[in-house]
């Protein structure tokens, strides 16, 4: 059941790890309720364990595969049976794709990402328009997780960019689609947070003019702290669209 003093129940997917963790982190401090799903019991779990022992709260950590209709449906069953809501879906959850030349790229690496990406933010999106359609009171908040990919792409990138350009797309349709029904969707593009995922640009990462450079990167808190204020809008206020990133690295202009 929710706290008495809960600013309300949150979801994030891809929790366990990076960007996630840090999200999940930055609203149980904040005051939410959070369920943190993921592939890996064991990674969940630590991350859980981890959250709690810095900040009193209740965590909730489910195994599920956002590519899979019926894990993610049963992931929403368990949300709404534990807490009766469901008040923020942060689609967090992805994958990146090997980074070589497009004729070289095999069609299970971009099923794959595609998979993850975007029909994992798609399925994870109609279960919550659900729950949020019906429950009283009504309404709630989805965030995307874009990423600078939705605007811009990187060399040997195709599966991860494509599914972030259309994410943007699921954005806006989403923030249409749930207008009637008090529910609200925005996106945080984000560049160059440090985690695993992107470890590599530290030591160096493929330039489009064919040199490998570091490049700077940024506290996942700070992407955390952008989520939080998104988060905690009233409903009749909406970010679509923030881009959050590290000052100097090569995206602006001509890199």
């Keep these: 059941m929710i706290r008495a003093d809960c600013n309300g129940v949150a979801l994030v997917t891809g929790g366990g790890t990076g960007v996630g963790k840090a999200v999940a982190r930055g609203l149980v401090e904040a005051g939410w309720d959070v369920v ?14 981890e959250i709690v022992s810095a ?17 993610v449906r049963a992931l929403f069953d ?11 879906l942060v689609n967090n959850a992805g994958l990146s794709s090997p980074s070589v030349p497009l ?7 971009w099923n794959r990402v595609v998979s993850a990406n975007l029909t994992g933010a ?14 009283t009171p009504r309404g709630g908040r989805i965030i995307n997780n874009g990423s600078i990919s939705a605007t811009t ?18 954005t806006k349709s989403c923030a249409l689609d749930g207008r009637d029904f008090d529910i609200a969707c925005g996106q945080i593009d984000i560049g160059n947070a440090a985690t695993d995922m992107t470890g590599r640009m530290r ?6 003019n064919g ?45």
Excluded: W
Aim: hydrophobic letters at 40%; glycine letters at 6%; charged letters at 25%.
């Design 36 to 49: 943190i799903a993921g592939r890996r019991r064991e990674v969940l779990d630590e991350a859980s364990a």
């Design 55 to 71: 900040f009193p709260a209740t965590v909730r950590a489910t195994v599920a595969d956002v590519g899979d209709p019926s894990s």
């Design 78 to 88: 368990d949300v709404e049976s534990h807490f009766g809501r469901l008040d923020l």
């Design 103 to 109: 004729d070289e790229l095999s069609f299970e690496d």
């Design 122 to 135: 798609f399925l994870c999106s109609q279960q919550a328009f659900r729950i949020m359609k019906a429950q």
């Design 153 to 170: 792409p990187r060399p040997n990138s195709a599966p991860y960019t494509a599914t972030k350009h259309a994410i943007t797309g699921l």
């Design 203 to 208: 030591a160096g990462i493929l330039q489009p």
């Design 211 to 255: 040199e490998t450079r570091a490049e700077p990167t940024i506290d996942p808190k700070l992407v955390a702290d952008a989520v939080v204020y998104m988060a905690g809008l009233p409903l009749d206020a909406n970010v679509l669209t923030m881009t959050v990133m590290a000052t100097k690295m090569p995206f602006v202009g001509r890199g």
